[in-house]
C-alpha cells in the first residue's frame, strides 16, 4: 500500500517535472508541424519517466514525439520514446528508435510503435545519446513532414 502511495508521488513529480519542460518543445517539418521534445529528466526513476512521457504527449497532441532519458540510480540509465498516431504514421516508429539511442548508453529496449522503454548502464553517455536522438528525430521527421 506505502509502495502504490509512493510511486504516485513520483509519478506526480514526473508530471510537474515534465510540466516545467514542455516549453522547450519545438516544431519542425514544411507542411505538418511535428512537436519534438528531447529532455534529461534527472533521476527520476523508469515507472515515473514513463508518466512523464505520457503526460508529455498528452500535453504536446499529434502529431508529437518525446524523448525522455533519466539516469535513476548508480550505473543506471533509462530512456523512454513516445510517439503519437501522426509520427507513427509517418513510419516512425518508437520501439525501432530507442535500440539504438539505448546502445550509446550500453544497454538496449524497445517496445511499441508508439510508446517504448530502454536502459542502459552508462550515464556518462546519456548527454551524447538525447543529442543523437534529438538530431535524427529532426532529420527525419523534417524529411518526412515536408
Known sequence: MVRNE???LRAKAAEYKASTVAS????????KKIMILVECMDDIDADSLKSAAEYLVDVLQDPAAVVLGSCPGEGKVSLVAAFTPGVVDLGVQAGKFI???AKLCGGGGGGRPNFAQAGGRKPENLSSALDKAQSELVSILTEKAS
Not at 24 to 31: I, L, Q, R
Open 6 to 8: 509512493v510511486s504516485a
Open 24 to 31: 522547450k518543445a519545438f516544431p519542425v517539418g514544411s507542411s
Open 99 to 101: 535500440g539504438p539511442i
